[in-house]
């Protein structure tokens, strides 16, 4: 029999339904029964006890709202009557213990990767085109046009192919509504049935990606700088080959600030890079000639490199989580939180990002940091990125999306003490600030939005050669160069959404398999990605999502 319902922590004043209940239902709970005041759908929490008015509510064991009303047990929580409240936080003194998981599976595990001069070692192997300013789209646009299709990189789908149709149904006199009425979804042109590629003339660059963006110029200087930071972590990544820069000339962020900190990132950087300014060019013919004949040059060149047997502590896995729901706490976050332990306890790296979804997990954090200093570092940044959100008269406890709190997740807490379950339960060896590099082995926090593009373009940045993304309501969310993995929290919609999900975490709520096997499974998954023997959804759809993080005023 499926479990119907789930108790998350004994101290807790709420429990989850794993299925829709009915007004009027009595639930056995901690020996007592309890009757369903309110219909309670799958993803939703109901109380397990009356709670009077202004009163704390516990999920996970601590506190996650605070009651506006009095609450009955047996009634479902809602926004009309719980709000967003959080346990008062800050630095214990006391070291932070992990006891890490068997490896054991995964010991002799290797992956195929590209070795770089620097010793960094790549999933794929990709060339970016990069502007310093969006002054440059034109001609990255035209690059693309120019480049993707004649050298095999552009999917032919079947969406071509239904346009055709229709300017044939037209042609043949069909009416507007006989249009609307036409249903592809039995005919050959269905979608991705007829995806294909053409045949690479540079079978070993496993894509050329236009990093196009709308900043670079009528911002602060220090928005210039984090964008330099940011695409210099793009060029220096392992993912990439080498890199054309297309910069107009007069724009805040110049090229020098970009080669400042690319040299600040890897000294001995030694990819090629090309580089190519308007101002100075002249004609747009001239840029484009150049910067097609260097690029072409630059994949013969990025061609050569092939995979090789890497050990796994050369993966930086990056976990991220969009179109969150109530079950991605208690299924998806956690098995990839396993996964990210047990890259940890074999030596990699992770990154945690999206501060916002923090709010409410603080003590957990600091109780996980191994040294004061980290501690006071994540104390330092989370104010500041409080203090920023209420200059514009918000909060970070805002974040909860409308299609967040439909899904089960009524407050920020709620959320965010499910969404840092993906960061597992070791010990956290390092706080970075937007758009830093990861240095250290073990977990690393990011300070990001919330934002799922703008979180994984900073993860990537940062340096996450493999992204593990959850997902309860489906997000086609990917990466220009680093392959993107997306686990469902729920089976329903790994059916609904096939074409983006990459492994259902559905069989933990239905007590099919537990965390520790999906972990498992997400954690080959990871390994057969990086080595290129599986292509993530997000990798085929070609999801190339990139956004900068731009963090001040436009002056």
Not at 135 to 147: D, G, I, T, V
Not at 514 to 528: A, C, H, M, P, Y
Request: proline share 4%; glycine share 10%; hydrophobic share 40%.
């Amino acid at each position: 029999m499926l479990p119907r319902t789930l108790t998350l922590h004994d101290r807790d004043d709420l429990i989850v339904a794993l299925q829709d209940h009915q007004a009027g239902e009595v639930v056995e709970h901690a020996g007592r029964s309890i009757t369903l005041l309110n219909t309670v759908a799958a993803k939703h929490k109901f109380t397990c006890r009356d709670i009077a008015k202004g009163e704390s509510v516990k999920l996970y064991g601590v506190t996650a709202g605070r009651a506006t009303v009095a609450i009955q047990a047996g009634s479902l929580v809602t926004t009309s009557n719980l709000v967003h409240d959080a346990e008062t936080f800050g630095f214990r003194d006391r070291a932070s213990t992990w006891t890490a998981p068997d490896t054991q599976r995964f010991s002799s595990r290797t992956f195929d990767g590209y070795v770089r001069d620097d010793g960094a070692v790549g999933t794929a192997n990709m060339w970016v085109v990069v502007p310093m300013v969006f002054c440059q789209e034109r001609n990255l646009r035209h690059l693309q046009k120019a480049m993707l299709e004649e050298l095999g990189y552009t999917s032919q789908d079947g969406y071509r192919s239904m346009t055709r149709e229709l300017m044939k149904l037209y042609g043949d006199g069909a009416t507007s509504g006989q249009i609307i009425e036409t249903d592809f979804t039995t005919t050959a042109v269905s979608g991705h049935a007829m995806r294909s590629e053409h045949k690479r003339l540079f079978p070993h660059v496993d894509g050329i990606k236009f990093l196009s963006h709308s900043i670079g110029c009528g911002g602060t200087p220090a928005d210039a700088t984090d964008l330099c930071r940011l695409l210099a972590g793009y060029i220096n990544h392992p993912n990439v080959a080498g890199a054309t820069v297309l910069s107009l000339g007069c724009q805040n962020a110049q090229v020098s600030m970009l080669q400042e900190q690319l040299h600040k990132l890897n000294p001995v950087f030694s990819k090629p890079m090309y580089i190519f300014e308007q101002q100075k060019l002249g004609s747009e013919a001239n840029l484009m000639n150049a910067a097609l004949r260097h690029t072409f040059a630059g994949l013969m060149q990025a061609d050569l490199c092939r995979r090789e047997p890497a050990p796994l502590n050369r993966l930086t896995l990056g976990v991220e989580c969009g179109g969150s729901d109530g079950f991605s706490g208690i299924s998806a976050n956690p098995a990839i939180g396993h996964a990210a332990d047990l890259l940890v306890a074999l030596g990699g790296k992770v990154i945690l990002a999206e501060f916002p979804e923090l709010v409410g997990a603080e003590q957990e954090v600091l109780d996980r940091c191994v040294d004061r200093a980290t501690a006071d570092r994540f104390l330092k940044i989370m104010s500041d990125y409080s203090q920023l959100a209420a200059h514009v008269g918000a909060a970070l406890h805002l974040n909860p999306s409308p299609g967040n709190i439909a899904d089960g997740l009524i407050t920020d807490a709620i959320k965010s003490l499910g969404a840092i379950r993906k960061g597992g339960t070791s010990s956290i060896v390092d706080v970075l600030d937007y758009p830093e590099p990861v240095k250290h082995d073990g977990l690393s926090l990011l300070c990001t939005p919330g934002g799922d593009v703008e979180s994984t373009t900073a993860l990537v940045g940062s340096g996450a050669n493999v992204l593990a993304f959850s997902t309860g309501m489906g997000t086609p969310t990917g990466n220009p160069i680093t392959p993107v993995l997306k686990i469902s929290s729920n089976t329903a919609v790994s059916e609904k959404m096939p074409d983006i999900i990459d492994l259902d975490a559905g069989p933990i709520i239905t007590g099919e398999k537990t965390i520790e096997q999906v972990g498992e499974e997400l954690l080959d998954k990871i390994i057969r990605t990086a080595s290129g023997r599986y292509t993530p959804m997000a990798v085929r759809l070609e999801q190339d999502d990139f956004i900068p993080w731009k963090r001040t005023v436009s002056l």
